[in-house]
């Protein structure tokens, strides 16, 4: 079980945006900042976004990411193929002293 | 540029130990957070621990404390991850990262990944 909680997949067609949250507590999410990570099947997870909001160099203004309260969001824009992978959130837990990922969320492009 | 550089797949015996490496390049090693996640057979990942190489201090996840030992040689710009007495469920990827804190407090983010290391334990 997860600290924090992630749908295990969505799905959305080719254009269209789609929106995956991850839920927390005053603990972690609501005290912290948030980032995600995108795993293309059979790779290494990759940084997307950065406290709460911030995309690393080269990545694409379609990924888009923001945090209110005790839940985070990862909005990702003009869906495309290759976009089809597991995304998860991640952030500091001040009770466990030590960082946590959610379950990971799945992305069908259909 | 960046690189983190793991040691090859593996292949144990229960109750065996091993040593995973994660050689780092481009960045001063000694200087950031170094971490390592494991990530079981179709499973999501998990957050093992941090180790900032210079002062050798560690942060380790519950899950992992006193199951697992990271260690760090600056003079290699390596990181070390140390499974000992280990089991069938210890098989998984294990990736070493860059831990980075952005506007935290505390590094809780990975800005650079190894391939991962593939650890298979069975008799």
């Known amino acids: 079980q997860s600290v924090l909680t992630q749908p295990p997949s969505v799905s959305a067609a080719p254009g269209q945006k789609v929106s995956i949250s991850c839920s927390g507590t005053?603990?972690?999410?609501?005290?912290?900042?948030v980032c995600w990570y995108q795993q293309l099947p059979g790779a290494a997870p990759k940084l997307l976004i950065q406290d709460n909001n911030k995309r690393p160099s080269g990545v694409p203004y379609r990924f888009s990411g923001s945090k209110s309260g005790t839940s985070a969001t990862l909005v990702i824009s003009a869906l495309q193929t290759g976009d089809e992978a597991d995304y998860y959130c991640a952030t500091w837990d001040a009770s466990l002293s030590a960082g946590v990922f959610g379950g990971g969320t799945q992305l069908t492009v259909l | 540029e960046m690189q983190l550089v793991q040691s090859g797949a593996e292949v144990k015996k229960p109750g065996e130990s091993l040593k995973i490496s994660c050689k780092t390049s481009?960045?001063?090693?000694?200087?950031?957070?170094i971490g390592w996640v494991r990530q079981m057979p179709g499973k999501g990942l998990e957050w093992m621990g941090i180790i900032y190489p210079d002062y050798s201090e560690t942060k380790y996840s519950p899950s992992f404390q006193g199951q697992v030992t990271m260690s760090a040689d600056t003079s290699i710009s390596t990181a070390y991850l140390q499974l000992s007495s280990l089991k069938a469920s210890d098989t998984a990827i294990y990736y070493c990262?860059?831990?980075?804190?952005?506007?935290?407090?505390?590094?809780?983010?990975?800005?650079?990944w190894g391939r991962g290391t593939l650890v298979t334990v069975s008799s």
């Open positions: 990262a860059r831990a980075l804190d952005g506007y935290s407090s505390e590094p809780y983010f990975f800005d650079s």
């Open positions: 481009g960045y001063d090693f000694g200087s950031y957070w």
């Open positions: 005053t603990s972690n999410i609501g005290n912290n900042f």
